[in-house]
């Protein structure tokens, strides 16, 4: 986990001191992805290409946009969650209100030996009042992947759910810095 400034161990493990952080996603796990079928779509469209089967060429969009889509898993320098005085940072979100925050907590499933985390954080008001200031992004980035859904709940509250399994970080270190802000 990236952070500013070095975490002291706490005598209590668990009181820890609020210290900012940032964390970006592991890119060992997504460039396999996002090269090969950046590959893949070059091969499809230059063999298309030279061959004159063009229906192959028009076969490398597919994979041409899966690597498009996951291009944000190998972003240098992207942080995609963090946390600070400020608030809580979620990428193409912002930052939000430490008070804005009803609960956090790590949801964590298994899907065939897979282990997959969630940091879901409940909100005391819409997302858009929540905000101390919000991220403004290119276009374009509008239609890659993000680490985060939003919903709204029954009772009228929303819930940004953001995937933890594919950060470069451990979820319960990520929870407890979060915890150490809100707590502040």
């Not at 964390?23 to 090969?36: C, L, P, T």
């Not at 061959?51 to 320098?77: D, Q």
Request: net charge positive; aromatic share 10%; with cysteine.
């Amino acid at each position: 986990m990236a952070t500013g400034k070095e975490a002291q161990k706490p005598e209590n493990s668990e009181q820890q001191a609020a210290v900012a952080f940032t964390v970006s996603f592991n890119r060992s796990q997504s460039e396999v992805i996002v090269y090969g079928c950046l590959l893949l779509g070059v091969l499809f469209a230059a063999i298309g290409l030279f061959t004159g089967i063009y229906l192959l060429a028009l076969a490398a969009v597919a994979p041409i946009a899966m690597a498009y889509w996951h291009y944000p898993m190998i972003e240098r320098g992207k942080p995609q969650l963090g946390a600070n005085e400020e608030g809580l940072y979620v990428e193409r979100i912002g930052f939000i209100d430490w008070t804005a925050i009803r609960m956090t907590d790590v949801k964590r499933k298994t899907v065939r030996n897979i282990e997959q985390a969630r940091l879901d954080v409940l909100l005391t008001r819409p997302l858009d009042n929540a905000l101390t200031r919000a991220q403004a992004f290119p276009f374009w980035k509008k239609y890659m992947k993000r680490n985060w859904k939003r919903s709204r709940r029954e009772h009228g509250r929303e819930l940004i759910a953001i995937d933890l399994h594919t950060l470069a970080a451990d979820p319960d270190e990520i929870l407890n810095r979060i915890r150490a802000f809100k707590s502040v």
